[in-house]
């Protein structure tokens, strides 16, 4: 007998316990979100206001009057920020789970949200092909981008690109960027790309003009290519090789391979003569060599010997294998994945501030949407 309300007392003990904890976990929770709400609260109202440029680098220019329209008072530019997103089916159907996708997402929230790195409003476009699940259009949507779904580019004659490369299709369909007439200018950023500084001044670089195609006294063209455009626009970064680079990398020594751009940051004037002109060259059998079939069309129809030679800009705006040194002297941009750096050595502090954007940006968008639950 005893022993059964002893029993009986010890459960309910136990019971009272547990409430208890779960009370304080409930009382805890609620807290949290609050304090979550009246910190983004704040966040939101800045995001509203003026920008004000934190470092020499920030330059908007004449243009960006009145904080929102990318509309420059001398012309009518009209800027974007784009990035490019496919095969993701085969991702996991957990978003959380995708590096790639979320790498894009970081890239979105650091363009349009990130007190360090916002925009003073340029648009922010991900460019989605068929085989992007609606899930992740919708996430990155509600994340602020705007989606443009596109279909995959192809020709009559590009087997010999699939041949090469199966997911070849899915790659040459980013030049679908060149159809995007209503943009002036647009710079195309990989997915994995992180932000340390603003970028929008990038668009003022010298290198970021818009020029006239040059006539080579003894051109060669191949039988089957459209016309040459009479302008175009290519500016755009060589590769480090690694991370024992000088800042600004030296020639011959720091780069990959110097005369070479890199697809994963360009600047580029959308205009469909330039558009048609890559069409003609990935309907021609071996144009150029199909290993990666976008940035090698580029790098071919931009040869530096070639009509419409690429422009560099500076270095400061984007490099791979980023440093503490380069952190340091101001990089403003990097190509580098957050959850994998085979090629950084060292750099530990590099490696936990990648790292460290993809919680924090977890953390904003999450409060994000309770915000706007
Ligand atoms: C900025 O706003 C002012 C007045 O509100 C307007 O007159 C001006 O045209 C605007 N500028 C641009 C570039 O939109
Ligand atoms: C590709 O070549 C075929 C002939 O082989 C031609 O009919 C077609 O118009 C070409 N397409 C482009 C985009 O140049």
Known sequence: MIAFSERRRFTAAVFAFVTTILLFLALHQTHTTEAIRVHIGIGQDRFRGPIIPSNDIYRTGSGFANGSAPVLATGKERFAYVTFLSGTLDAPDDLDEDNYFVATRILVWQLLHKPETRTNGIDVVVMVTPSVSASRRA?????????????????????????????GADVVTKLRAWEMTQYSRILMLDGATMLRLPLDGVFDDKAAKTRSTKRLPNPKPRPAEAPLPPTYLLASLSETADSAHDVPPKDGADLKKPATMNAAFMLLTPSLPVFDY???????????????????LLNH?????????????????????????????????????????????????????????????????????????
Not at 278 to 296: E, G, M, V
Not at 301 to 316: F, N
Not at 321 to 346: A, I, Y
């Open 139 to 167: 996430r990155l949507a509600k994340d602020g981008a705007i989606i443009r779904p596109v279909d995959f580019l192809h020709v009559d004659n590009d087997d010999w690109i699939h041949a090469a490369r199966p997911r």
């Open 278 to 296: 890559y069409r003609s060259l990935l309907n021609i059998t071996n144009a150029f060599d199909p290993l990666y079939p976008a940035q090698n």
């Open 301 to 373: 129809a931009h040869r530096r010997d070639g009509p419409m030679p690429w422009s560099e800009v500076d270095y400061k705006w984007n490099m791979r294998c980023p440093t503490e040194n380069d952190f340091e002297k101001g990089l403003v941009s990097m190509h580098e994945k957050w959850w994998t750096q085979p090629d950084l050595d060292g750099n530990q502090k590099v490696k936990d501030w990648l790292r460290a954007q993809r919680w924090e940006m977890k953390g904003w968008l999450d409060a994000w949407d309770l915000r706007h639950a």
